[in-house]
């Protein structure tokens, strides 16, 4: 994981991270990405600032429903 990623956890402003989201990116032979770039592509990372969104694109990841 990448130190920038791995910093903003530690700091609790990531509060949790989903993988296999729907819209997962697939690597495509030969594809080259840098973990900073394929991380949000592979993982739903909900923070504070997003939270809401997430519950509302995303109720099957609520409790609240």
């Known amino acids: 994981m990448s130190p920038k990623l791995t910093g903003l956890i530690k ?14 990116h697939i690597m495509k032979k030969g594809e080259e990405k840098t973990p900073e770039e394929l991380f949000p592509e592979r993982f739903m990372i909900v923070t504070r600032d997003n939270l809401e969104e997430i519950i509302r694109k995303y109720p099957q990841y609520s409790e609240r429903r």
Request: hydrophobic content about 45%; proline content about 7%; overall charge negative.
């Open 11 to 24: 700091e609790g402003y990531i509060e949790v991270v989903i993988a296999g989201t729907p819209e997962v």
